[in-house]
């Protein structure tokens, strides 16, 4: 089945610099690739996705990289802002599938 | 903007006593997900639920686990006899559609086994 794997666990930035999450898939099948945001206390929030006919999506400071040939994909937050800190995951779906599978989450904290 | 409403946001329970985490999805979604996420783990799959029935579950989801709806609004797991590695985080998801994966969360029901 789709294995996730998602680096760094843990990243620390500079108000206003950006900041990069990186994930790698097994399933060459997958073609959806969402991103969550999960503050404490509180479930996932979809932040972006992207499915696999396309190789890049942005939106505002956000944007999202897919390479399916390397079977990657990254989240790339520009101009970050305190309120960006909180954990990221990056997830898969496989062909044929609908359960979403996960990465082990990135703790991204914006330093004022 | 609707939510998916999770009730309650926490349990404590006996060991080998069953326990009902209850979900509200959002009412004009067809497709229900239980996940979970044991502390410091990955966010992991337990079953996806359409028209009445199980569409798919994975192997977490065995004998012990459940899930219902028993009325037009409601979405139910039950656990019938609690372990304590069943202690987890477990969030309920809605989609509206078949392949959309516009997948909205709820905050979660954070389960402990004791």
């Known amino acids: 089945g789709e294995n996730v794997e998602q680096h760094p666990s843990t990243l620390s930035v500079q108000e206003g610099d950006s900041a990069v999450i990186k994930c790698t898939y097994s399933?060459?099948?997958?073609?959806?690739f969402p991103w969550y945001k999960q503050e404490l206390g509180k479930g996932p929030q979809l932040i972006i996705d992207?499915?696999?006919?396309?190789g890049e999506k942005k939106d505002q400071r956000i944007a999202v990289t897919l390479n399916k040939t390397a079977k990657h994909f990254s989240l790339h937050i520009t101009e970050t802002q305190p309120e960006d800190s909180a954990v990221y995951f990056c997830?898969?779906?496989?062909?044929?599938?609908?359960?979403?599978?996960f990465g082990k989450g990135t703790k991204l904290t914006v330093n004022p | 903007e609707p939510e998916v409403t999770q009730t309650p946001s926490h349990q404590v329970t006996q060991m080998g006593q069953e326990v009902i985490l209850r979900c509200v999805p959002i009412?004009?979604?067809?497709?229900f997900y239980w996940y979970r996420q044991i502390l410091g783990q990955k966010v992991e799959f337990l079953v996806s639920?359409?028209?009445?029935?199980?569409?798919?579950k994975s192997e977490i989801f065995d004998d012990q686990f459940s899930v219902e709806r028993p009325d037009g609004s409601n979405f139910t797991l039950k656990i019938r006899s609690t372990k304590l590695e069943d202690s987890a985080m477990y969030f309920c998801?809605?989609?509206?559609?078949?392949?959309?994966?516009?997948?909205?969360f709820g905050s979660g029901t954070r389960l402990t086994v004791v």
């Open positions: 998801a809605s989609s509206g559609t078949f392949r959309d994966y516009g997948y909205t």
């Open positions: 399933d060459s099948a997958s073609n959806y």
């Open positions: 992207i499915r696999s006919n396309v």
């Open positions: 997830a898969a779906i496989g062909g044929g599938s609908e359960k979403l599978v």
């Open positions: 009412s004009n979604h067809l497709y």
């Open positions: 639920f359409y028209n009445n029935e199980i569409s798919e």
